[in-house]
């Protein structure tokens, strides 16, 4: 009986595991955030970052957003703006960007695959790749080493410059 209640268990949870497609958010929209400040009092510790406080043409990432699996939100330079119906960039609107996470330097194109193109940028799931967001590796490396809480506080566990992100176009701005 113990056996048969075992071999059951595992059948099942195999038949589970390799029926369930496993969803990804990359690529959906999310916004992007800082930490609050305390005169602030955020409930969630952190604030929208506003379209005002993000430079034109700018990669932008983003720990903490809640709206992603991975906490991670990231806005690269040829991601849409948030406009005023005179086309002119809305300073007050919250900086908009996409779900993304930490990838490895030449792993497979598909590892920041948008698998679920619902409600993503029309040109992101053509441009995403895994490429540095961050500071390099070694400039990392030693902002941890002087003063690991400040790197904490900045980065979080984050230990790699690499993240999903489009490709940006080769025009300047």
Known sequence: MKMSVRAAFLVSTALLLGGCKVSSEIGKPCTLVRKALPEENSPTKTMPVLESEVANRQDFISFGSVECEDLICVRDQDYPRARTEDGAVNPTAPAMGY??????????SDACE???????NPDLPGRMTCRSLLLDEDTLDALRSADEDFYRRTFGENNSPFFCAGNISAQGG
């Open 99 to 108: 779900c993304s996470k930490p990838c490895i330097d030449g792993a497979s």
């Open 114 to 120: 948008v698998k679920d193109t619902s409600d993503v």
